[in-house]
């Protein structure tokens, strides 16, 4: 039986990945609103330009 060792953390099925419980610092933090529209703004450009070049 192979001994519990709790800091290695929990391996996918392949071993490729670990999670940890301490969270990035560093990481840049956006607010969900503003990526949804954000995203539908992007959208709506992409559509205008389109029609305009068409």
């Known amino acids: 039986m192979p001994a519990d060792n ?3 953390g929990f391996h996918s099925a392949a071993g490729l990945i670990q999670y ?3 969270e990035e610092t560093r990481a840049l933090k956006l607010d969900p609103y503003l990526v949804v529209v954000f995203g ?6 992409v559509e205008i330009l389109n029609w305009k070049l068409t």
């Open 6 to 8: 709790k800091k290695t």
């Open 20 to 22: 940890y419980d301490m």
């Open 40 to 45: 539908i703004g992007a959208a709506i450009v």
